[in-house]
């Protein structure tokens, strides 16, 4: 497996562009500046404290699903595959990057591709379970708030809450049976010219489905410490926008402004643009425009793109390189 660096340097260089001139788009649009004299120690220190605890309680549910694939590393480097995953998914469209780049990193520990494919994949349908049992709550209790557009996606979204849960059925139910599976397609790929990478490619799907299948039979207390560990990460992502709108002085109620920032966090993952630049900033700003004074808007979405994005992205960046830097120094030894 490969990991094309140069590749991820372009991406934050368009990510730097776009989300300068998503930021300035905000300020035109509503015709605002930000108001850094708003900015006070207790508020930087607060947000620079969550950032750590932001990282660790990451860590800590991607700990907890290693473990249950029997993948045991030092949690220091789990810490480490998060911040770059995070990073990396920062800075590529869809948020997607963050998933392979920690394949890679798991792969040059040792763990096989198919087995680090099967963790992150549990790791982004554990997020996903999350996202698609809350949302379609939190929009119903908020309509009042969103725009038509909003609105209209509001009325999709059981229908892919139930796609998505019968996706899933599916995949659990093949994890189940995958022997039989990989055994036809092994069976088809001998006959055809690529048959070496095709047999290469159902070794490591078996590995992969292997893998879920671990972890569905881990039993229910695994299974939901696993969803209790990234419930409790989630929703204090959420609490970042809490904690600003407190500090500038505004009495919203704390799980009325998490459900405000959980609506522009789902936008994001519709984003086409590395890190969803444009699309967070712009459904941030609408959101938070109904309840935040104009004077304060542009500051609100700065800071929370500046604590949940831009911080991590710049150190997660810094340790990928480094890493990245480490294991060619490995292999050419």
């Not at 972890?215 to 609490?239: C, D, E, P, Q, Y």
Request: glycine share 6%.
């Amino acid at each position: 497996m490969t990991f094309k660096i140069r590749k991820y340097i372009y991406y934050i260089v368009v990510f730097i562009i776009l989300s300068s001139a998503s930021l300035w788009a905000v300020q035109h649009f509503f015709n605002l500046e930000v108001d850094f004299s708003r900015l006070s120690m207790p508020l930087i220190s607060a947000l620079c404290g969550m950032v750590v605890v932001y990282v660790l309680l990451d860590a800590l549910r991607f700990y907890w699903i290693l473990g249950i694939m029997d993948i045991h590393l030092p949690y220091s480097e789990i810490v480490k595959l998060v911040v770059i995953g995070t990073s990396v998914s920062n800075i590529t469209p869809f948020l997607a990057g963050g998933s392979i780049a920690q394949i890679y990193l798991l792969n040059k520990q040792g763990v096989s591709i198919g087995r680090a494919t099967a963790a992150t994949s549990v790791r982004a349908v554990l997020a996903s379970t999350f996202f698609f049992s809350v949302l379609p709550i939190v929009f119903y209790y908020n309509a009042d708030i969103l725009g038509d557009a909003f609105q209209k996606i509001s009325h999709y979204l059981p229908w892919i809450t139930l796609g998505y849960a019968l996706w899933t059925t599916i995949i659990i139910v093949v994890s189940f049976h995958h022997q039989w599976l990989i055994g036809k397609f092994k069976h088809f790929a001998v006959k055809r010219r690529k048959a070496e990478k095709l047999l290469h490619l159902a070794d490591e799907a078996s590995v992969f489905l292997d893998g879920m299948r671990i972890f569905l039979k881990s039993g229910m207390r695994n299974i939901t410490g696993a969803l209790l560990t990234t419930s409790v990460h989630f929703v204090f992502v959420f609490l970042f926008s809490v904690v600003i709108v407190g500090f500038l002085g505004y009495q919203i109620a704390p799980y009325q402004t998490a459900a405000y920032q959980m609506m522009a966090h789902f936008v994001m993952y519709f984003g086409f643009t590395p890190g969803a630049s444009g699309f967070a900033e712009g459904s941030f700003a609408y959101i938070f425009s109904k309840v935040v004074q104009p004077d304060d808007l542009a500051l609100v979405v700065f800071l929370w793109r500046f604590s949940t994005v831009y911080v991590i992205t710049a150190i997660g960046f810094v340790v990928m390189l480094i890493e990245v830097y480490r294991h060619r120094i490995r292999s050419s030894a």
